[in-house]
């Protein structure tokens, strides 16, 4: 199996960062051709410009595999965090290389950055219907925060959780 690399993303990777999370959130069911989201999916470069995007890659081809948002409060990317937190959204593996731990590795480069950064906890929200993503988040130690629960359009739930960091 070959090693995932997470780092800062680079204006080189915009396209694929795009593309991919265009094609993760259609595959999850969260998109679709045309839906009002999508747009802001391929914007990479404006969410560079307002927050940190980071991207994992294969170590052995270069080849982008995922990436996240990482924002804090005053961003006007951050929709959750508060003073002394950190969030982290957008997160999106290729759909080719979705089982390979790139989502994992992509949540602890967010867990590892807001330690770093002195935060008391992480927030994030997930769609609903994300089994995949929640169990995955509740394996990592995320605690639901139904307080942080919100529906940005109709007919779509986002459930907040909480990662309290040490």
């Known amino acids: 199996m070959t090693e995932i690399h997470v780092r800062p993303a680079t204006p080189a990777d915009h396209e694929a960062i795009g593309a991919l999370s265009v094609a993760a959130y259609r595959?999850?069911?969260?998109?679709?051709?045309?839906?009002?989201?999508?747009?802001?999916?391929?914007?990479?470069a404006a969410r560079v410009a307002a927050a940190e995007?980071?991207?994992?890659?294969?170590?052995?081809?270069?080849?982008?595999l995922g990436s996240v948002t990482f924002a804090l409060p005053g961003s006007p990317l951050a929709e959750l965090a508060t003073e002394g937190e950190a969030e982290f959204r957008m997160l999106?593996?290729?759909?080719?290389?979705?089982?390979?731990?790139?989502?994992?590795?992509?949540?602890?480069?967010?867990?590892?950055?807001?330690?770093?950064?002195?935060?008391?906890?992480?927030?994030i929200c997930v769609r609903d219907f994300a089994a995949d993503a929640r169990r995955l988040y509740a394996r990592m130690g995320f605690e639901r925060a139904p307080e942080l629960d919100w529906s940005p359009l109709p007919g779509v739930t986002l459930l907040g959780l909480r990662y309290p960091l040490a």
């Open 27 to 44: 595959g999850d069911g969260q998109t679709r051709e045309d839906h009002p989201y999508e747009p802001t999916l391929r914007d990479v």
């Open 53 to 64: 995007v980071l991207v994992a890659v294969d170590e052995a081809t270069g080849a982008v």
């Open 92 to 123: 999106a593996v290729s759909p080719q290389a979705q089982g390979r731990g790139v989502g994992e590795a992509l949540a602890r480069a967010c867990l590892h950055r807001a330690g770093e950064l002195g935060c008391r906890s992480v927030v």
